[in-house]
């Protein structure tokens, strides 16, 4: 079992930053690729960003390239989505997920409990 805590939501204005952090523990964390997640209300949940195991490899959804970015220290069991000129359609509960690399939730076996993100026109 990879047990999975988000940190780092909040209340932010249109053009503003966040950093999510994820904390791992359970199961060795470096085993893992990692991925975030977005729902938001009345909407399906949908792929942010992928990083590998090893951090050598990451990939965006086309709506978050190049504002959003996906890294993650193996020291410390964390992985954190950077979140630069944030826009209010960027508004959701944010996810991270661990397993196989990819954009899909079936590659993903384990889950945390979210972190909301709010941004204001």
């Known amino acids: 079992q990879v047990q999975l805590v988000e940190s780092g939501g909040g209340l932010v204005q249109a053009g503003g930053s966040l950093r999510l952090s994820c904390a791992a523990s359970?199961?060795?964390?470096?085993?893992?690729?990692m991925g975030w997640f977005r729902q938001a209300p009345g909407k399906e949940r949908e792929f942010v960003a992928a990083?590998?195991?090893?951090?050598?490899?990451?990939y965006y959804a086309d709506s978050v390239k190049g504002r959003f970015t996906i890294s993650r220290d193996n020291a410390k069991n964390t992985v954190y989505l950077q979140m630069n000129s944030l826009k209010p359609e960027d508004t959701a509960a944010y996810y991270c997920?661990?397993?196989?690399?990819?954009?899909?939730?079936?590659?993903?076996?384990?889950w945390g409990q979210g972190t909301q993100v709010t941004v204001s026109s």
């Open positions: 997920a661990a397993g196989k690399y990819g954009s899909r939730f079936k590659e993903y076996n384990y």
């Open positions: 359970g199961r060795t964390f470096s085993n893992y690729a």
């Open positions: 990083i590998s195991w090893s951090g050598g490899s990451t």
